[in-house]
């Protein structure tokens, strides 16, 4: 009886907390969203009075000529090309990497393993990008994504190539198709569940990512959702309620996602941290 | 042989080549020339070069030098955090909680949540007056003090957000390393009396090393190469006091000192390989096999 009673105190006192330190924080760019300009100005913790949700969003979207929805824009073709990119280039890769073991591949592994610990060097990327003409464009911050992804991305394959049967490989191999046809007839539909993984987990990195389109994507114009949000910081510093409505607008996106794919994004950062 | 020349003919080496030209060109091929140009006077275009200049000034410039010091504390403050604080969750959340699930679903989300939307979030509830922190802890009768502001405190604040932002990958990871330990571990402890000090020291600690060792490392670099979230609440200051190695780098970059900005990345690079490669082999070497 006790025991139970202390049992559930315990698990009482666990919700409370979570709920205090991880939904607070949450719950307050919810309710700051909804707020007037004097209301939010308190910052308080508190629900808005006269909730203006539909108002803030309008402004939000409307100001700089529509700029929120650009980057949006830009933020959906940087997402979406850098991650069939990296799904092809990786599961190439990561196939032969994973049924062939040479003296070539064992450099190649090393260098793969370099490129998830060091940091990338970012002004002679610039110069690279500016050298090749493709400096503050979509297409070099494509390549610049796919580049970093690769590591990661590899590994998954990798790891999960691993529990498909060779015996697979060999029995076309006996009916006389080459590597192209086996690897894109019978390897790559079967790689379905790790690529839905990185597919989940690339499109969270790339969307929220900030660091490389500010490096090479810098411009108005092109700007990215992240660095929108990033200049409305100075431009909306007393119009709270519109800086937070464009934050609870960016924070939509992974939330559908988590709904969604909880799974998959879990299984991924798993089996990416030990397989490492 | 032929066999052999089947094999390699099926596993190809032109299979690589896509990714050799995008990973190569666009990751190797700069990691390696930031070498020659760290050691120049730059404008991208046109360079000079000095030597070790870049070098010496990062370390005697003390708005620089702070920077290397920032990040190592920074790192490993972050990286501790994560460590106790997700493995102390993840054995609770691993016990048989009813709320489990949900919990561990609530404090995985914000690392999905970018993290300028949440060094904005928590720049306004660090407000020293008016944010929502001080206030609460007003109403208990304590005076809170100036997170962001005071420069004994600033960079202790951002890294309590980056580990409320980044703990949940701990987290999961931590109760994918627990669950493998095999229930029979603990039954045989059962039986011979031991209490929940030795399940916890003797059988989960140590059978969940794989899975310490993966966040160690993980969240050690994550820390070491950290921009985003002191840019986003601080800029570096108050003064230079929370600047790290990555946010002087995009500083001297802004005030377009390419050569110096370099030196800083290269600087980074063999503080990341200095730390990272032994603690991955001195991790590697303790672990055990189950």
């Not at chain 1, 108002?55 to 979207?61: A, C, D, G, L, Y």
């Not at chain 2, 957000?161 to 669950?179: P, R």
């Not at chain 2, 200095?274 to 082999?281: C, K, T």
Request: proline letters at 4%; aromatic letters at 14%; a positive charge.
């Amino acid at each position: 009886m006790i025991r139970t009673l202390r049992r559930a105190a315990f698990e009482v006192i666990a919700v409370v907390f979570t709920l205090l330190l991880f939904v607070g924080p949450l719950l307050f760019v919810a309710f700051m969203a909804g707020k007037t300009v004097p209301e939010a100005s308190d910052m308080a913790f508190s629900l808005p009075q006269k909730q203006q949700y539909l108002p803030n969003i309008t402004s939000v979207v409307q100001a700089s000529d529509f700029l929120l929805i650009r980057a949006f824009i830009n933020s959906l073709l940087l997402t979406v090309f850098s991650i069939v990119v990296l799904m092809v280039v990786s599961a190439m890769a990561g196939f032969v990497l994973e049924r062939r073991s040479s003296r070539f591949l064992s450099v190649v592994n090393a260098l793969i393993l370099v490129g998830l610990m060091i940091p990338p060097s970012v002004m002679t990327t610039i110069w690279l990008l500016q050298g090749l003409g493709v400096y503050k464009t979509l297409f070099g911050l494509v390549m610049v994504e796919v580049s970093l992804g690769f590591p990661f991305a590899v590994l998954l394959y990798r790891a999960f190539m691993v529990t498909l049967p060779r015996e697979l490989d060999e029995a076309s191999m006996m009916e006389g198709c080459s590597g192209w046809t086996l690897y894109f007839k019978i390897i790559f539909p079967l790689l379905k569940s790790v690529s839905a993984t990185i597919i989940v987990l690339s499109s969270v990195n790339i969307f929220n990512d900030f660091v490389n389109p500010l490096y090479f994507l810098p411009g108005a114009k092109n700007a990215t959702v992240q660095l929108t949000l990033f200049n409305f910081m100075t431009r909306y510093s007393t119009q709270w309620n519109l800086l937070f409505t464009n934050v609870l607008l960016l924070t939509v996106p992974p939330l559908v996602l988590f709904l969604f794919f909880n799974k998959q994004i879990v299984a991924g950062m798993v089996a990416g941290a030990v397989k490492s | 042989m032929t066999m052999n020349r089947a094999f390699a003919k099926t596993y190809s080496y032109w299979f690589l080549l896509p990714a050799a030209l995008i990973y190569g060109l666009f990751f190797l091929v700069p990691t390696l020339v930031s070498f020659f140009f760290s050691m120049t006077r730059w404008t991208l275009v046109e360079w000079d070069f000095v030597g070790f200049d870049n070098f010496v000034s990062f370390f005697s410039e003390s708005s620089l030098n702070i920077g290397f010091m920032n990040t190592v504390i920074f790192a490993v403050v972050t990286a501790g955090l994560k460590v106790v604080v997700g493995f102390l969750l993840a054995v609770l959340l691993t016990s048989d909680l009813r709320s489990k699930h949900i919990l561990r679903s609530i404090i995985f989300f914000p690392t999905l949540v970018s993290t300028i939307a949440v060094g904005i979030t928590f720049s306004n509830l660090f407000h020293p007056t008016m944010g929502a922190i001080n206030i609460l802890l007003a109403r208990i009768g304590i005076a809170g003090p100036d997170w962001l502001g005071d420069v004994h405190l600033a960079l202790l604040s951002v890294a309590f957000v980056d580990v409320w932002k980044g703990v949940g990958i701990a987290l999961v990871i931590f109760i994918a390393g627990i669950l493998a330990i095999p229930e029979h571990y603990y039954e045989a402890l059962a039986i011979d009396g031991g209490n929940a000090w030795n399940k916890f020291w003797g059988l989960t600690v140590p059978l969940a090393r794989p899975a310490l060792n993966s966040v160690i490392l993980l969240a050690f670099i994550g820390g070491l190469r950290s921009f985003d979230l002191v840019w986003t609440m601080t800029g570096g200051g108050p003064g230079f006091t929370t600047d790290l190695i990555a946010s002087i780098i995009y500083k001297q970059y802004q005030a377009g000192f390419y050569g110096l900005a370099t030196a800083g990345n290269v600087i980074l690079v063999i503080l990341v390989s200095a730390l990272a490669f032994p603690l991955f082999r001195f991790l590697s070497k303790t672990e055990v096999d189950l």
